[in-house]
């Protein structure tokens, strides 16, 4: 059974960084692609960032620049860091196995 625990989320205001993290068991990171997701109230759930086995990277556009998505295999863990943050990246953040979801953690920017 996979199992994704994130966490890291909050409240910032405009402008401030937060680092979401995802810890992976019952799978390995390293030969997984592996993604994070946001839903924001009353929109479909969209992708953020996606990492390949051979840490190939893809944004979103609104996050290009903003956004850093890695992983640390020893720690089967995957990070979203997040920069530069606007009210638009106001959403709860889900990560993501090719056959499991975890369960989310709110972020929410507001001054």
């Known amino acids: 059974q996979v199992q994704l625990v994130e966490s890291g989320g909050g409240l910032v205001q405009p402008g401030g960084s937060l680092r979401l993290s995802c810890s992976v068991s019952g799978s390995i990171v390293s030969i997984n692609t592996m993604a994070w997701y946001r839903q924001a109230p009353g929109k479909q759930r969209e992708l953020v960032a996606q990492i390949t086995s051979d840490s190939n990277t893809r944004y979103a556009d609104s996050v290009k620049g903003r956004f850093t998505i890695s992983k640390d295999n020893a720690r089967n863990t995957v990070y979203l860091q997040m920069n530069s943050l606007k009210p638009d990246d106001t959403a709860v953040y889900f990560c993501?196995?090719?056959?499991?979801w975890g369960q989310g953690t709110q972020v929410t920017i507001s001054s």
């Open positions: 993501k196995h090719p056959i499991s």
